[in-house]
């Protein structure tokens, strides 16, 4: 495992060997259902020996209508964020949208995720980047693994070499994604960690409805065949009642079901080790 990842996850005891999971619900939505996800989910992991890291975003900029729910108040989601995280001794994550959001989020959240569509702006990679926070960088839905050196190589030249990258599909028609597993081994060729996002990968966008649909029915799939392929890391968005949810319900795992997924991957990350 990386320095950086030895550092990230300095509070929590687990295996080097094990994949770590990024987890939570999509948005915050309020205090209880963050405390709820990260309480029963650090618990697993801890009995796993997975690292854990929590995510929820503080405010949702990607939306397909204009009247979607986008967050609570940046002050108030990101403060939220930074108390479940000291709350449980975990580190955190949270997406930034623009330049000047690096800076905002930075005290906030241990990593800095970009989101995919925007995996090609250079001012917000090169603002991520000298916060000195490790990067996430979600690969673009319209990005080739390959082409991802180049988001990497804008976060190193600021000196930041914290950098991880996340397969999250490729567009396939107007509604509906793809997995392309080479993409995992080509973007870990960059000498980053690896991670394959489980949820945003089913999703099925541009609905008429003006909500994005999804197959949560296929999480296990994809992330099993990510574990068997070497993935790092898994992020897997998970909820209470995803048919509740605010944001991005209708691909998110039940947060009753993640258990049972977890034993099954931990078996095989054992079996292709």
Do not use: W
């Not at 990230?8 to 405390?35: H, M, S, Y």
């Not at 990593?111 to 916060?131: H, M």
């Not at 994809?222 to 070497?230: D, H, L, P, V």
């Amino acid at each position: 495992m990386q320095a950086f990842l030895k550092e990230l996850f300095r509070t929590q005891q687990f295996d080097e060997k094990n994949f770590f999971l990024i987890a939570g619900p999509c948005v915050i939505e309020n205090e209880e259902i963050l405390d709820e996800v990260a309480e029963k989910v650090y618990r697993i992991c801890q009995n796993m020996g997975i690292p854990f890291v929590f995510k929820s975003s503080y405010r949702k900029a990607n939306r397909t209508s204009s009247k979607s729910f986008t967050g609570l108040g940046d002050e108030t989601g990101l403060e939220l964020l930074k108390k479940i995280g000291q709350r449980y001794q975990l580190p955190t994550t949270t997406d930034i949208h623009a330049a000047d959001e690096a800076a905002m989020a930075a005290p906030y959240a241990d990593i800095l995720q970009i989101p995919a569509f925007l995996c090609r702006q250079s001012d917000l990679l090169k603002a991520a980047g000298e916060t000195g926070k490790l990067v996430n960088i979600k690969k673009g839905q319209f990005v080739s693994g390959e082409a991802m050196k180049f988001a990497v190589d804008k976060v190193r030249n600021t000196g930041n070499n914290q950098v991880m990258l996340t397969e999250r599909g490729t567009t396939f028609g107007y509604q509906d994604l793809i997995v392309d597993y080479r993409n995992l081994p080509i973007m870990a060729s960059q000498g980053v960690p690896v991670i394959m996002d489980c949820t945003h990968s089913l999703q099925q966008p541009n609905q008429v409805s003006g909500v994005t649909g999804g197959n949560p029915e296929m999480i296990g799939t994809i992330a099993k065949a990510a574990i068997a392929t070497g993935a790092d890391g898994l992020f897997i968005e998970t909820h209470p009642d995803p048919s509740k949810a605010l944001s991005d319900g209708a691909n998110m795992l039940k947060l009753d079901r993640l258990e049972a997924l977890l034993e099954s991957l931990v078996r095989i990350r054992k079996a292709v080790l």
